[in-house]
Every structure is written in C-alpha cells, then in structure tokens.
T-cell receptor
Framework: KNEVEQSPQNLTAQEGEFITINCSYS?????LHWLQQHPGGGIVSLFM???GKKKHGRLIATINIQEKHSSLHITASHPRDSAVYIC?????????FGAGTILRVKS | KAGVTQTPRYLIKTRGQQVTLSCSPI?????VSWYQQTPGQGLQFLFE???????NKGNFPGRFSGRQFSNSRSEMNVSTLELGDSALYLC????????????FGEGSRLTVL
C-alpha cells in the first residue's frame, strides 16, 4: 500500500460542478501540500496545511489529522481548473507524493 | 519577485553521458529541493539542500548528486546516464528548511537516448 493514496484517479466534471479530491496517508506527518500541475509540467503550490481548513478563491482544503485524511474542494468548477492535482505529505525531511488526480472540466 | 528558474529547460543526452541541471531559487529562499517525475513512478523526492548542506536524500543511486552554493543556487548532477533517467526534473525553493510553502520551477526535461 502506498503511503499516500489519492482518489479518484481520474475525474470528469461539467463546468459549474462542485468537485472533491481526497487524500489519505498512513504515517504521521508534519504538513500536507496540495499541488496543481498543468500540461507542460509546471507545478503550483495551492495549499500547505497542518490542521483545519484553508480557503483561496474557489478552492478549499481541509485536513483531519486524527483520521489521516485531507480533501481539496473546487467550487463552481471551470475548464481552466483542468489539471493534475497532487497531494504530498511531509514526513520528517522528505516529501512523499500521491499519484495525482487528473481532473477534466468540460464546458 | 522573480520565480524559481531552472536551466536548461530541455536537453537530450545519450546513455553513459553525464548531465548537470541548475536551479536558482526565489531571492531570500535558503532551501532548495529536487524531484524526479516520470510517467511510471510519478513524483519522487531526490534531495533537499539548506544553507549549502544536504539535509536529506531520497531513494536514488549515488549517480544522482547535488550541491548548493552560498547564494542558494543549486545544481544536480546525474552521471552515467541510463534510459530510465529520462524524466522531468523539478526543483522547488522554500524560505526555510522543511517548513513553508514550496515554489516550483518549470522543470528540466531530460531525454536519454
């Protein structure tokens, strides 16, 4: 079993839909990152969480430390949200990555 | 403020050669970390440098090495290239060692023939 599991692997949504991407991890962590990667490679850090909830525009990220689970929500999804979303957990001095969720938002 | 700059963006090498990739972090950032991304393995941590010292290393063979200079710029080197080293190599900078948000460069895409 991978240390970091993301679900779903692939997600297709219609423009305007509410989207949830999940991340579960199996070890103790000091922080969790949500990253966005568009075709072509560049990665943008969306959130870094160690507890609770953060919001930035239409994006919301939550983390439950006891349950070792985090969710990334996108409200009012838009085709420009189409990207790969990657969860990464910081364990000691290392980052361990999930496999990513490929999101496609259709207009 | 300029972002993280990686050079070169694209390069092609042949098996057995060596390659050096460069990463210039955001001004004031002292931590630089390197990652390899392949279709099969996804993103994997290579190493992290802070104040010119390697703080941690991922599970990669000794052919992969790096260093950080006093101005926080970092280089990574891969010697005796293998076909499986073909990948996107990303670096990220952060203000502090293993805390704080990560700022990624666009990556260096290496193809080994």
């Amino acid at each position: 079993k991978n240390e970091v599991e993301q679900s779903p692997q692939n997600l297709t949504a219609q423009e305007g839909e509410f989207i949830t991407i999940n991340c579960s991890y199996s070890v103790g962590i000091s922080a969790l990152h949500w990253l966005q990667q568009h075709p072509g490679g560049g990665i943008v850090s969306l959130f870094m969480l160690s507890s609770g909830k953060k919001k930035h525009g239409r994006l919301i990220a939550t983390i439950n430390i006891q349950e070792k689970h985090s969710s990334l929500h996108i409200t009012a999804s838009h085709p420009r949200d189409s990207a790969v979303y990657i969860c990464a957990v910081r364990r000691g001095n290392k980052l361990v990555f999930g496999a990513g969720t490929i999101l496609r938002v259709k207009s | 403020k300029a972002g993280v700059t990686q050079t070169p963006r694209y390069l092609i090498k042949t098996r057995g050669q060596q390659v050096t990739l460069s990463c210039s972090p955001i001004s004031g950032h002292r931590s630089v970390s390197w990652y390899q991304q392949t279709p099969g393995q996804g993103l994997q941590f290579l190493f992290e440098y802070f104040s010119e010292t390697q703080r941690n290393k991922g599970n990669f063979p000794g052919r992969f090495s790096g260093r950080q200079f006093s101005n926080s710029r970092s280089e990574m080197n891969v010697s005796t290239l293998e076909l499986g080293d073909s990948a996107l190599y990303l670096c990220a900078s952060s203000p502090d060692h293993h805390t704080g948000e990560l700022f990624f460069g666009e990556g260096s895409r290496l193809t080994v023939l």
